[in-house]
C-alpha cells in the first residue's frame, strides 16, 4: 500500500464566512485560497491547513485530508484501496490545481487523498489587497 506523505488539512463547515475567516486569521491562520462557497487557510509555520466549507458548499463534508506530493501517488493509492475492496470515490481534478479522491475510514470518517503540487496550494488571494482572484 503507498503510505500517505503527512496529514494535510482539516475540512470544518462554517456558517458565516466572513466571520470564520476573521477568526482563524486572528489566530495567526494565512489565507491562501479564497472563494465564495469556500477558503483554504494555512498555519504560517508549516504548512497544515484548515479548510472552511461555507453553508452552500456541497462538493463534500467535514473531512481530514492526507496529502501527497505526486499525483501517480494518489492514483496508485485509488487503484491498491479499490482492489482491496474499500469503496473509493472518483479521482478528480479541483479548481485549485490539486487532485483527490474521498472514502471513509472503518468507522465513517470521512477523509480525503489529495495530490498537492509541488510548493504547496497554490493561492488565489493577493497578499496586499487581500482580494480573491479570478479563477
Not at 68 to 85: I, M
Not at 89 to 94: F, I, S, T, Y
Not at 95 to 117: H, I, V
Request: glycine letters at 10%.
Amino acid at each position: 500500500m503507498v503510505a500517505v506523505e503527512r496529514l494535510g488539512h482539516v475540512a470544518v463547515r462554517v456558517q458565516d464566512m466572513e466571520r470564520a475567516k476573521r477568526f482563524y486569521c486572528a489566530l495567526g491562520m494565512e489565507l491562501v485560497w479564497d472563494a465564495q462557497d469556500w477558503c483554504y487557510l494555512e498555519t504560517r509555520s508549516g504548512r497544515e491547513g484548515l479548510a472552511l466549507l461555507g453553508p452552500d458548499y456541497r462538493a463534500a463534508g467535514p473531512h481530514f485530508a492526507f496529502h501527497f506530493r505526486d499525483r501517480a501517488a494518489v492514483n496508485t493509492a485509488h487503484a491498491q484501496l479499490k482492489s482491496a475492496g474499500v469503496a473509493v470515490g472518483a479521482v478528480h481534478d479541483h479548481r485549485d490545481g490539486t487532485a483527490s479522491f474521498y472514502l471513509r475510514d472503518p468507522d465513517g470518517n470521512w477523509l480525503e487523498m489529495l495530490y498537492e503540487p509541488q510548493g504547496g496550494i497554490p493561492a488565489n488571494v493577493t497578499p496586499a489587497m487581500g482580494a480573491t482572484a479570478t479563477t
